[in-house]
């Protein structure tokens, strides 16, 4: 990243997550005559024209009024063509192939950061992986962010704080300046395999405590599974070169709370259907958005047993998506390990 000033900043993704997040950049950056431009891009039509024109993106944040500094298109090219910062809310499975349209359009300068909680299935790529891969960059000009962020209590400006992770630091410095405002308090990291899978298996964590709440499990089983998802989300990280201090902090523990804690989390929202019977595909036509953590379970296993990790919670979630396990009997298995001591 050179010295020159952001002038552009591109969101690529227009869900929940993505607009918030441009509304968070746009709260945070100098006004007037140096000005920010933040080119919101949405893959329907409709919704870069609502937020274009209105300033609302009522799909996915009803009556939330976005600033006007927020520009929006349909056109993933345009929204990126001269970006500084480009901020990608895709879904994690679609990442790949969005990155592919960016390569002739992408600035040599500019700075990639993930907002996505996933694994891409049959690689077991984390995000950060897949955009070095397809776009050749330095780790020092990707960065991520991650912590306790649920798009809806964000957008009404309710304060939270967050992580935005790099191997660089001046990159992370940078990001953490550029969403840095009054609701909106972000940390630096140089833990990105710690980061970044925090935020992946967390989703796979809460859609067990979902299930608990559709099997009508009480307090004490969830909190079983929230406390046991973290040490078994620990395990895999350290594996894979993670430090283990991120996961007492906001990507951590902090997001595993508040994903598994709150009714606006997709992944306990999703696990909760499962809870009550209905199947995968059944779930997935119910929810308006994505729940990550149901597309990146088996990547996460995958991962798991290549690395000698033994993760039951995420065993018997992935066995109930993929029609393996009835969600009735899965009470006894979330916890299913043999008996040692509390640390292992």
Same mark, same amino acid.
């Given at each position: 990243?050179? #010295?020159?000033?952001?002038?552009?900043?591109?969101?690529?993704? &227009?869900?929940?997550?993505?607009?918030?997040?441009?509304?968070v950049m746009?709260?945070?950056?100098?006004? @007037?005559?140096e000005?920010v431009?933040?080119?919101?891009?949405?893959?329907?039509?409709?919704?870069?024209?609502?937020?274009?024109?209105?300033?609302t993106?009522?799909?996915y944040l009803?009556?939330?009024?976005?600033?006007?500094?927020?520009?929006?298109?349909?056109?993933?090219?345009?929204a990126?063509?001269?970006?500084?910062?480009?901020?990608?809310a895709?879904?994690?499975?679609?990442?790949?192939?969005? =990155?592919?349209q960016?390569?002739?359009?992408?600035a040599?300068?500019?700075?990639?950061?993930?907002?996505?909680?996933g694994?891409?299935?049959?690689?077991?790529?984390?995000?950060?992986?897949?955009?070095?891969?397809?776009?050749?960059?330095?780790?020092?000009?990707? /960065?991520?962010v991650?912590?306790?962020?649920?798009?809806?209590e964000?957008?009404?400006?309710?304060?939270? &704080?967050?992580?935005v992770?790099?191997?660089?630091?001046?990159?992370?410095?940078l990001? %953490? @300046?550029?969403?840095?405002?009054?609701?909106?308090r !972000?940390?630096?990291?140089t #833990?990105?395999?710690?980061?970044e899978?925090?935020?992946?298996?967390?989703?796979?964590? /809460?859609?067990?405590?979902?299930?608990?709440?559709?099997?009508?499990?009480?307090?004490?089983?969830?909190?079983?599974?929230?406390?046991?998802? =973290?040490?078994?989300?620990?395990?895999?990280?350290?594996?894979?070169?993670?430090r283990?201090e991120?996961?007492?902090g906001?990507?951590?523990?902090?997001?595993?709370? %508040?994903?598994?804690?709150? !009714?606006?989390?997709?992944?306990?929202?999703?696990?909760r259907?499962?809870?009550?019977?209905?199947?995968?595909?059944?779930?997935?036509?119910?929810?308006?958005?994505? /729940?990550?953590?149901m597309?990146?379970?088996?990547?996460?296993?995958?991962?798991?047993?290549?690395? @000698?990790?033994?993760? !039951?919670?995420?065993?018997?979630?992935?066995?109930?998506?993929?029609?393996?396990?009835?969600? #009735?009997?899965?009470?006894?298995?979330?916890? &299913?390990?043999?008996?040692?001591?509390?640390?292992?």
């Open positions: 990243m050179s #010295d020159t000033p952001v002038q552009k900043i591109a969101v690529l993704g &227009a869900g929940s997550w993505g607009t918030t997040f441009a509304k746009a709260d945070a950056v100098t006004t @007037g005559s000005a431009e933040i080119s919101l891009w949405a893959r329907r039509p409709e919704i870069a024209e609502e937020i274009a024109t209105r300033h993106n009522s799909t009803g009556e939330t009024v976005l600033p006007e500094a927020i520009t929006a298109t349909s056109s993933l090219t345009e990126v063509e001269a970006a500084d910062v480009v901020v990608l895709v879904p994690a499975q679609h990442l790949r192939s969005h =990155l592919g960016l390569a002739d359009v992408l040599p300068h500019a700075v990639l950061v993930s907002l996505i909680k694994l891409e299935r049959g690689t077991d790529m984390r995000m950060s992986e897949v955009i070095a891969a397809e776009l050749g960059l330095e780790p020092s000009r990707i /960065a991520v991650s912590g306790p962020n649920l798009a809806m964000i957008a009404r400006e309710e304060p939270t &704080a967050s992580v992770a790099c191997e660089g630091e001046q990159t992370a410095e990001i %953490a @300046g550029l969403c840095n405002n009054s609701y909106f !972000p940390y630096t990291n #833990d990105v395999v710690g980061v899978i925090a935020g992946i298996v967390k989703n796979v964590i /809460a859609l067990a405590v979902g299930i608990c709440d559709g099997q009508n499990l009480g307090d004490n089983s969830k909190a079983s599974v929230i406390t046991r998802g =973290l040490a078994e989300t620990t395990r895999l990280a350290t594996v894979l070169g993670g283990l991120t996961f007492s906001l990507a951590g523990l902090g997001d595993l709370v %508040a994903t598994c804690a709150s !009714p606006l989390s997709r992944n306990r929202s999703a696990g259907l499962l809870g009550e019977g209905l199947n995968t595909a059944q779930v997935t036509e119910q929810l308006t958005q994505t /729940a990550e953590g597309k990146s379970g088996s990547a996460v296993l995958e991962l798991a047993r290549r690395n @000698g990790v033994e993760m !039951p919670i995420s065993e018997a979630v992935v066995a109930v998506l993929n029609g393996s396990l009835d969600v #009735d009997t899965i009470a006894s298995l979330l916890l &299913a390990r043999d008996l040692k001591a509390e640390g292992k």
